[in-house]
């Protein structure tokens, strides 16, 4: 059972132009969102994150919406960058499990960024 | 600051040999650890977690086992690896359960490939 997912395996866009990237969860727990940013054969980096108080969170390029009622969330690039090209990653925790901060990711998806 | 390492980088194995990834943060005192894993193709799959010395959750039922011998170290293993263990696997760690992150900080990774 996927509890985090992510629709859209990959993604083209040109330079300069806008990624969005969507995500659903289906665990009305979840209170904290994340997005990672990962290259080939390294570790997935934090990027951004945001939560269930909020229905926004912007950080320079990067903008994540919450939709709480649909269960959804997006990550908004703008504008797109050909270094920006990697597999993102949606992620949702409990905050306060008593687990821990577990993080449920999302099949990724990957974005290409055409020059 | 805070550091994670992981290795071995890179490993292949035989099917049926022992594993061992081992990971050590720096820079922090009582961390939680992950293990987690993406199999080709596929997105991050909690394997396990320790919120401390010797407490160990698993998430899966799989042929590894995880040990937290000293507070900052975490240790994956197999006693006999079959072919479904190769991936990548991934070290990680946060802050304690109220310490205000939320975010998993991640290690380079161990790719394994079991033959």
């Known amino acids: 059972d996927q509890q985090v997912k992510q629709n859209s395996p990959s993604l083209s866009v040109q330079e300069g132009r806008i990624s969005i990237l969507n995500c659903d969860y289906t665990n009305s727990m979840f209170d904290y969102f994340l997005w990672y940013k990962k290259y080939p054969a390294e570790g997935p980096t934090f990027l951004i994150s945001?939560?269930?108080?909020?229905d926004k969170n912007e950080d320079g390029r990067f903008t994540v919406f919450l939709n709480k009622s649909a269960k959804h969330l997006s990550l908004h690039i703008v504008p797109s960058q050909p270094g920006d090209s990697a597999v993102y990653f949606c992620?949702?925790?409990?905050?306060?499990?008593?687990?821990?901060?577990?993080?449920?990711f999302g099949g990724g998806t990957r974005v290409l960024v055409k020059p | 600051s805070q550091t994670i390492h992981q290795w071995p980088a890179t490993l292949v194995q035989p099917v049926g040999s022992p594993l061992s990834l081992e990971c050590t943060v720096e820079?922090?005192?009582?961390?939680?650890l992950y293990w987690y894993r993406q199999a080709a193709g596929r997105g991050l799959q909690l394997l396990f977690y320790s919120v401390g010395i010797g407490q160990i959750s698993s998430e899966v039922p799989q042929n590894l086992s995880a040990s937290r011998p000293q507070d900052r170290q975490f240790i994956l293993s197999s006693k006999k690896l079959l072919l479904s263990d190769s991936g990548f696997y991934l070290c990680?760690?946060?802050?304690?359960?109220?310490?205000?992150?939320?975010?998993?900080?991640f290690g380079a990774g161990s790719r394994l490939t079991v033959l």
């Open positions: 820079g922090t005192s009582n961390p939680n």
């Open positions: 992620a949702a925790s409990a905050y306060f499990s008593a687990a821990g901060n577990k993080l449920t």
């Open positions: 990680a760690w946060s802050g304690g359960l109220y310490s205000g992150a939320n975010v998993l900080t």
């Open positions: 945001i939560s269930s108080i909020k």
